[in-house]
């Protein structure tokens, strides 16, 4: 069994070690000292070791594996000593903040001959899938990303939450070949409002991809809309729905995205399998976020 440790034990964290240890053998977690993440491990998770030394978890040759889930200004030097470590690594999204950061995580595990895995969520969630294989057969002139929520102030907006849509919209029309601002605005920090558009070309057709992210709303809404000529594909939590005279259930998720995103690491390790497809995705989707930064001139 793969045997693996769990770094950060925040709320993502936390759903990590879930279902990992299901899968793997958690063996130890690495924390900052919070007391009541300590108390959480140790009523939950009495039989799994406990530290706030990163070297104690390198320095275990029994662990192959490394799951990073901590604040996104950590993600690059903590994968890096990690895999430096010859430990498969798990990466919280976004990976790095740069794209020459990200290259040259990429380059340390291909030279240790270890998996880099990135954690984008949202791709693993089985109406992705329906959708993807839906779109292949007619691409939307006009799509609709939409996220509202309340809180997570704490984080980058664009890194945090705009981060996941550009990653999606990536893995369905490619490269984007233009990036406009249309709104942006600050409540609690620097940016809690940005509405942004980006046209992809897919087999000579422009699609129109419009994103609202908004994390001061008192709505909580996760949706994108896909408009077709004939219709309406709403993807909302669990649901895809079609929309034209009448609102129907199109299909519905059974399988949990976390559930299978930690199975296809997990598979991989034991298989000896080392790429990683969403890499590439997330050069681009880090330079888009780049680019809208610079847009917003933050």
């Not at 993440?37 to 192959?64: A, E, G, H, M």
């Not at 994968?79 to 430990?87: D, H, M, T, W």
């Not at 294989?133 to 890194?159: N, S």
Request: contains cysteine; positive net charge.
């Amino acid at each position: 069994m793969v045997k693996t440790a769990i770094v950060g034990i925040g709320r993502w964290g936390k759903k990590l070690l879930r279902e990992m240890e299901k899968i793997s053998d958690v063996s130890i977690c690495c924390y900052r000292g919070n007391k009541e993440n300590l108390q959480w491990i140790k009523k939950y998770y009495p039989n799994i070791k406990i530290t706030t030394k990163l070297t104690r978890v390198l320095s275990d040759k029994s662990i192959n594996s490394v799951i990073i889930a901590t604040n996104i200004s950590s993600h690059f030097n903590l994968a890096k000593k990690a895999l430096l470590s010859g430990k498969n690594v798990f990466l919280e999204k976004p990976p790095t903040t740069s794209v020459s950061e990200l290259n040259e995580l990429i380059e340390i595990a291909k030279a240790n001959k270890v998996l880099l895995f990135i954690d984008h969520i949202f791709v693993y969630y089985p109406i992705f899938f329906k959708v993807a294989q839906i779109l292949k057969k007619e691409y939307p002139p006009q799509v609709r990303f939409k996220w509202l929520k309340w809180g997570t102030f704490d984080e980058d907006l664009l890194w945090n939450l705009a981060y996941h849509e550009v990653y999606l919209a990536i893995n369905l029309f490619g490269t984007p070949i233009s990036i406009k601002i249309l709104e942006q605005n600050s409540i609690k920090t620097d940016l809690d409002l940005v509405k942004f558009k980006m046209d992809f070309k897919k087999r000579g057709r422009i699609i129109k991809c419009f994103f609202e992210i908004n994390r001061h709303s008192p709505k909580k809404i996760k949706q994108i809309e896909f408009v077709l000529l004939k219709k309406k594909l709403i993807w909302e939590d669990d649901f895809l729905l079609q929309k034209n005279k009448m609102r129907k259930v199109l299909f519905k998720s059974k399988d949990k995205p976390l559930t299978l995103m930690c199975r296809k690491f997990i598979h991989k390790i034991e298989n000896n399998d080392r790429s990683d497809p969403q890499e590439k995705v997330a050069k681009k989707a880090i330079g888009v976020i780049q680019r809208i930064n610079q847009l917003a001139k933050r």
